[in-house]
């Protein structure tokens, strides 16, 4: 994917923090972490959010700010037996402690013993505390929808241009 061309080169070492401390930093609690960290409360996982600020936008529904502990208590520990990676991932700073995101998701494992493979697409927005710590203050992630059949994508695979015709 073409580079975004909002990238400051002042601000490549902020947007590099982001990628270790965020996005290295999930992957790796996820996919090694998260089962053993589950019968803990996962308090790992608390080092990747501001669950005070937290505004989530997702497949499941949108969680308004204040309210994200409780919609993470119960969706993380159902879905924490899985893999994950990212593609396509871009990471944007706007300030030294202000940052977003975007790419595709991919997930699979199994879901409540149910199995699933899944991809999405991710949005999120990350500021750096007065500790040095970046923390998600919003995600976004959605399905691709075929407006025509009403179908989500689950692949994240869907043609644009293909998708956007009710008739």
């Known amino acids: ?9 002042a601000l490549v070492e902020a947007e590099q923090e982001v990628l270790d401390q965020l996005y ?3 992957l790796h609690y996820w996919n090694l972490e998260s089962r053993a960290d589950y019968h803990n409360g996962m308090v790992g996982a608390r080092r990747f959010y501001d669950f005070d600020d937290m505004l989530s936008y997702d497949m499941f529904g949108n969680t308004v700010r204040g309210s994200f502990e409780e919609h993470f208590n119960s969706i993380f520990p159902y879905w924490n037996d899985g893999e994950m990676e990212f593609k396509d991932i871009e990471i944007t700073a706007v300030a030294p402690d202000w940052a977003y995101s975007s790419m595709i998701q991919h997930t699979w494992g199994s879901a409540g013993g149910v199995p699933f493979d899944t991809a999405f697409r991710r949005t999120g927005i990350a500021h750096k505390n007065e500790k040095g710590e970046w923390k998600w203050v919003h995600e976004h992630l959605s399905f691709p929808t075929d407006m025509k059949t009403k179908q989500a994508d689950f692949t994240a695979s869907l043609d644009p241009l293909k998708a956007t015709k009710l008739t």
């Open 1 to 9: 994917m073409k580079p975004s061309k909002y990238h400051n080169p």
């Open 24 to 26: 290295r930093g999930w």
